[in-house]
């Protein structure tokens, strides 16, 4: 499916990428969490392949990925209506990308940073205890890329990203490494946000010491050490929140 219709009357309507079925899926689902659709009704699935000039499996698909989110609900003779934010899937890496492309909202970072006190000192523990030489030299190498970053010669917020999902890889607990790509689409926004608060990127010192802690497989040490890594950002967003009102 080459997503050009055969007329050519695709050319005004929304760039849907090369795979029409995700893309008609993150168009609509921006929309939806951005509030595009507050005051209308959802449109139908005729509708919504005549505006983005697909077709109806194509957009019968999408429907159904953002109905497994908890964005929408398609009931017989009731039609799709959009979900209240209460039903959304937060663990969702997509729906937790359109959630922070919204207005900026500390309350939501400051969610996000609780969720992460609760499981990544714990997971940083677990790799301790159950982390093999292969994600030792990951978790070391995250760091000293994070060292580098700090001389102006790779990414600080990518070596960032790849320490925290290192650690999470190599407490070999399912559930926190599915928990990565929360982990790595938030980050990106809560990174940003507390390195401009103090004007510097992330502190090395402290994510050396959850990393020493690890190697050293003493998971007290290490989770102490994440726990207050991550304590540090959730008393930043405080601080901020303070200083708005």
């Given at each position: 499916?080459?997503?050009?219709?055969?007329?050519?009357?695709?050319?005004?309507?929304?760039?849907?990428?090369?795979?029409?079925?995700?893309?008609?899926?993150?168009?609509?689902?921006?929309?939806?969490?951005?509030?595009?659709?507050?005051?209308?009704?959802?449109?139908?699935?005729?509708?919504?392949?005549?505006?983005?000039?697909?077709?109806?499996?194509?957009?019968?698909?999408?429907?159904?990925?953002?109905?497994?989110?908890?964005?929408?609900?398609?009931?017989?003779?009731?039609?799709?209506?959009?979900?209240?934010?209460?039903?959304?899937?937060?663990?969702?890496?997509?729906?937790?990308?359109?959630?922070?492309?919204?207005?900026?909202?500390?309350?939501?970072?400051?969610?996000?940073?609780?969720?992460?006190?609760?499981?990544?000192?714990?997971?940083?523990?677990?790799?301790?205890?159950?982390?093999?030489?292969?994600?030792?030299?990951?978790?070391?190498?995250?760091?000293?890329?994070?060292?580098?970053?700090?001389?102006?010669?790779?990414?600080?917020?990518?070596?960032?990203?790849?320490?925290?999902?290192?650690?999470?890889?190599?407490?070999?607990?399912?559930?926190?490494?599915?928990?990565?790509?929360?982990?790595?689409?938030?980050?990106?926004?809560?990174?940003?946000?507390?390195?401009?608060?103090?004007?510097?990127?992330?502190?090395?010192?402290?994510?050396?010491?959850?990393?020493?802690?690890?190697?050293?497989?003493?998971?007290?040490?290490?989770?102490t050490a994440m726990r207050h890594l991550i304590g540090e950002v959730l008393q930043l967003i405080e601080t901020a929140d303070e200083a708005k009102s």
């Amino acid at each position: 499916m080459t997503g050009v219709s055969r007329d050519g009357s695709r050319q005004d309507m929304p760039q849907l990428g090369r795979n029409l079925t995700y893309g008609m899926l993150d168009s609509l689902g921006r929309a939806i969490v951005t509030g595009s659709y507050t005051d209308r009704t959802f449109p139908t699935e005729a509708e919504l392949a005549k505006q983005h000039g697909v077709s109806r499996s194509v957009t019968r698909e999408a429907v159904k990925m953002l109905t497994a989110k908890g964005l929408l609900s398609a009931r017989p003779r009731q039609g799709t209506t959009i979900q209240p934010p209460g039903s959304w899937n937060l663990f969702d890496a997509d729906v937790l990308r359109w959630l922070l492309e919204r207005q900026f909202s500390i309350d939501l970072l400051r969610h996000f940073n609780e969720l992460r006190v609760a499981i990544e000192p714990e997971a940083a523990a677990l790799a301790a205890q159950h982390g093999d030489d292969k994600d030792f030299a990951s978790i070391t190498a995250g760091l000293e890329r994070m060292v580098v970053a700090e001389r102006g010669e790779d990414d600080p917020l990518e070596a960032d990203i790849a320490f925290h999902v290192a650690i999470l890889r190599a407490s070999k607990n399912p559930f926190y490494t599915q928990f990565r790509d929360v982990v790595e689409t938030a980050l990106r926004t809560s990174i940003r946000f507390t390195n401009r608060i103090k004007g510097r990127t992330a502190s090395v010192a402290d994510h050396a010491a959850v990393c020493d802690a690890i190697l050293a497989r003493d998971g007290d040490s290490a989770r102490t050490a994440m726990r207050h890594l991550i304590g540090e950002v959730l008393q930043l967003i405080e601080t901020a929140d303070e200083a708005k009102s």
